[in-house]
Every structure is written in C-alpha cells, then in structure tokens.
C-alpha cells in the first residue's frame, strides 16, 4: 500500500530543500564594515544604473551593473567618514522603507524629502539637496506656454505614489488629478504617450528628462505662480532607522559639506548620467541655477535606430535579466510542479482506519487547505513583501533576493499545481485502479506506474502555462530587489528616456522565451503522444496478461 509515510516523507524533503534556500540565502545586509544603502538606481540625477565604475559609480549587490548618482557620490562621503565600505542596495521606491525597518539596509539615499509621516516610522538626518518643484510636460501638448498653477486648469496631472509630489496637485484649480503611480519611468511613459499632461517633479529630474529627451519640457513657476511647499518638503535627507547611532555622526559630516559643493556635485552628477552626449558633458562646470545652458544642449544625431542602439548597449544587461528571469522561473516551476504532487497524491488517500493517524491525515489535510487558498488567494507582489522582508522584521532572518524569489514562486506554484494534480488524479479511470489492484499490484505501484505518467501527460500542458506564466509574474519581484528582466528595463529606460524603445527591446525578448518554452512544450508532448501508444492507460492490462501466462506455464 502506497504508506502515508512515504509522502510525508517526500514533503519533508521538499521543505528541507526549500529551507536550504533560506540557508543558502543567509548573509549579512548590514556588516559592521559595510555602509549598506538603499536607492532605486532609475532616478537621475540622484541615481542611475551604469555598467562600468566610470565617474565613481559603485557595484550593485548581487548584480554585475553599478549605481552613480549624486546620491551615490553623497553616501560614499559618508561611507568613508564612517570608515565602512559603501554597497549599494537596488529596489523599487515601495521596498526602501521595509528594506530599511527590516535592517537589510543602513540608510535610504534616494532623494526622499523628510515628511511628518515618514518621521513616524524611521529618522532622518539634516538636509543634504534642496530642490524647487517643477512640471513635466509634453513638448508638443496643450500645455507648453503655461507659466503658473491656474494654466492647467483641466490638465491631467500626476505624480509618484508615497510622496508630497502627489498631494502638492490639489493646488492646481481644476485640475485632472490622476491616480499615482510607483515610479518614474512609469509617470515618463505615460506624458510621452499622452494618458497624462504632466507630472510633479523635482528641477534637477526636469533638468535630465527635457535635456535627453525632446519630447519633454520642464515648466518652472515664478514667485507666487508656483506650488506652496514647507522647507520639509523641498528638503531631502537621509533616512535611517529609529535610533540609529550613526546619525548624528552624519549630520556633523554634512554641516562641512558647502553649498558649492553640493551644487557642483549636482552638475557633475547631470553631465555624467548615462546617454548624455559629449556636448552635454560641457555643462559640467555650469550652475544648476543656469539651466538654460543645461536645457538647451541637444542630443548627437545618430542615424542609427534607438532600438538597435538601446540593444547594442544594454545587451548585457538585458541578456542578465533574461536569464534571472529564465531561472526563476524554471525552478520555481519544477520545485512547484513536485510540491503540487506530492500533495495532490497526499489528498487523494483514503483515510486510515487507525484513529491516530487519521488525526494527522486530517490534519495535514486542513493544513494543506489553509496553503492552497493563502497562495491562491493573495497577489505575488504581496506574498514577495511579506516573505522577504517580514522574516527580517519578525525572525531575524536575512534572506538572499534570488533564494527569496526561488523559494516565493515554487510555493506559489505548488499550490496551483496541487489542485491540477488532484483533478488529473480523479480523471483517471476508475477502471484501472481495480485492474492494478485485481492483479495485486500496491497502491505505490498503481500510483507511480499507471496513475502518475497519465497524470503528467493530461496535466502537461497546464505545466507547460505555469511555466509561462512565471516567466512573466517574476516582473513583480523587483520589490525584493530581483533584478529581473523587468526591472533590468525599467532601469535602462529611467536612464535614456527613450520608453517605448525600451520596452520593446524587453517586450521581444518575453515573446522570445514564451514562444520558445511554448514550441518545446508542445514538441514534448508531441513525442509522448507518439510514444505512448496507450502504454500507460494499458499498463495494468498488461501485466495481468503477464500473470496469466505465468500461471500458465
């Protein structure tokens, strides 16, 4: 008889196997000697991402590309007067606070402006970059001559979730205003294609968007004619956590950084982003306040099409996110795949007559239930958070990304795959079950030698969709700073500011590895129907026709 032992002791093996992604993934965010820092890389001038450590730009953890910036330029003067080696730790805007509650890293450098509501959670140190509110606004749109709030009455404006960039909006009269969103590459898509008139920017991001791409215009507002802000929020600081020891170490560190200097590193941060042309380069020793000089420089004319040339220079990296993507995916699938069917077959058991291990039957019956529904009924994006870093925040427990984004879409995909299996186990004829038993086969042999490869041939093509799926759901793991396929290009757009251009270089390679895991899916299932030939529904057949010759002779 096919023993409850048995599965159990495969699902333990499973949960081994899965922990030891958490052991692999053990390491240290923030070592005694490390000055662990936390930024999006998509934000210029603040910061970028680059592939090389030209203008000081420093290694990204667990990546091959680099961040520079003036926030990068800023955190390795503290990192040095703190006597600590500077990391740079890549995530999406939403995960930098978690990130730094959790303790995966030491501060957010990212220009984040210190309002009352994020004082509530973490400190902040003095002000390290002032800046002044500005629009962002198509070149070519109804709004090109505005020169104050009240000339976008009707416009549709937005802004970046989580920030006073948003609430700031309510000051135009009349105004459209729209639903936030949780980056600016996504703001920047959306004025570039027209669902939107403008967005709520800082002047130096204004500075970078109309001086590398065309389409763009930045609206600055004379005094009186612009938005009304407290000095907490034109500020920006640095955030740490609550209590943090360094802070005032910090503070006596930035009160010896100048204004010129500050602004200097600012123009040098807006000559040396990536893509900025060798004209652009000349306004390094010009003012921020000059921005005329800045603006007007123009890009090198290149006959060369923006798409290949965006391939061209970001294939690296592009090829890195495929293959993170790749990766997930595959693995997530397969450890999903087999947790699916050791449970799936775990609840198709009969229930045993025994009292006690009919509890634990029940038991883990319930426990499996609350599983499936958990993970079928609540988002990825979710389940990532709270998983990554709320093992930080409750356990203590310091999770790789990679090990984290592995361990997140095999128990995802488990608990889709559980209820395929159980479905393709009762498809089986019930027929066969009593051939296999007629001829004394076990429950064991019935299971693995004419239930499961019918199991797996019926349910192969919705692996095969799971499989395309996750190569699609591991967008959403750029929370837990997964540099993924996605993310790889959100970060190359936030960089050039050709948008389009660059989510079609990373939409063409998706329909790439889709297409591909599709054809070889379909070629898989092609050589099994033309090898089966009715080998495993006719199994049980066979060997009677085997013992009846052998009783025979």
């Known amino acids: 008889m096919f023993r409850q032992k048995q599965l159990i002791r495969i699902l333990l093996t499973l949960l081994l196997f899965l922990g030891g992604l958490f052991t692999f993934g053990r390491m240290s965010f923030a070592a005694s000697d490390e000055f662990v820092v936390g930024m999006e890389a998509g934000y210029p001038p603040f910061n970028w991402t680059q592939n090389d450590d030209s203008n000081g730009a420093i290694k990204i953890q667990g990546s091959k590309d680099y961040a520079g910036g003036y926030d990068v330029k800023m955190a390795q003067k503290i990192a040095d007067d703190l006597g600590k080696k500077l990391v740079i730790f890549k995530t999406e805007w939403d995960g930098l606070a978690p990130a730094l509650t959790s303790g995966k890293i030491d501060a957010i ?136 020891p360094n802070k005032s170490k910090i503070n006596q560190l930035l009160k010896t950084i100048s204004l010129d200097e500050r602004t200097k590193l600012m123009d040098q941060a807006i000559s040396q982003q990536p893509n900025a042309t060798e004209e652009e ?124 984004a592995l361990f997140i879409v095999s128990i995802n995909t488990g608990a889709y795959m559980t209820e395929i299996i159980r479905g393709g186990i009762y498809a089986v004829d019930k027929g066969q079950f009593e051939a296999a038993e007629a001829i004394g086969m076990t429950h064991a042999q019935t299971m693995w030698n004419v239930v499961i490869p019918q199991v797996f041939r019926n349910t192969l093509p919705a692996i095969g969709n799971e499989f395309v799926i996750n190569i699609k759901d591991t967008s959403v793991l750029n929370v837990i700073a997964v540099s993924e396929l996605y993310f790889q290009a959100k970060t190359v757009a936030g960089s050039n500011f050709r948008f389009f251009d660059t989510f079609f270089v990373a939409c063409v390679i998706y329909f790439v590895m889709t297409f591909t895991v599709t054809r070889i899916l379909r070629y898989i299932e092609r050589r099994i129907d033309g090898n089966d030939s009715g080998s495993h529904v006719s199994y049980a057949n066979q060997m009677q026709v085997q013992k009846t010759e052998e009783r025979g002779a």
């Open 109 to 244: 450098i990212a220009g984040m402006s210190p309002t009352a509501e994020r004082k509530k959670t973490i400190d902040f140190t003095d002000v390290y970059y002032t800046s002044n509110l500005v629009m962002l606004i198509n070149s070519e749109g109804n709004y090109k001559n505005a020169t104050s709030l009240d000339d976008f009455k009707g416009a549709k404006i937005t802004g970046q979730l989580n920030t006073f960039h948003y609430s700031v909006i309510d000051q135009i009269p009349g105004v459209q205003k729209q639903t936030a969103m949780d980056n600016f590459p996504a703001m920047r898509v959306a004025l570039e294609s027209g669902k939107i008139d403008g967005y709520v920017t800082e002047r130096p991001e204004g500075i970078t968007a109309q001086t590398l791409n065309p389409k763009f215009k930045m609206i600055e507002f004379a005094d009186n004619k612009g938005f009304k802000t407290s000095p907490d929020d034109t500020a920006i600081a640095i955030g740490l956590r609550k209590g943090d």
């Open 281 to 404: 380069a000349t306004a390094d020793s010009a003012s921020t306040a000059d921005s005329d000089k800045i603006v007007g420089v123009a890009n090198k004319k290149n006959k060369e099409p923006w798409v290949i040339k965006i391939a061209r220079e970001n294939g690296k990296a592009f090829l890195r996110g495929a293959g993170t993507t790749l990766l997930i995916s595959l693995v997530g699938t397969v450890l999903g795949t087999t947790i699916g069917l050791a449970i799936g077959v775990f609840r198709t058991l009969k229930k045993p007559v025994n009292k006690l291990a009919r509890f634990f039957n029940s038991l883990l019956n319930i426990i499996f239930s609350i599983y499936i529904e958990v993970f079928r009924g609540t988002p990825m994006i979710v389940q990532a958070m709270v998983i990554y870093y709320g093992s930080a925040q409750a356990f203590n427990i310091d999770i790789n990304p990679l090990a984290a």
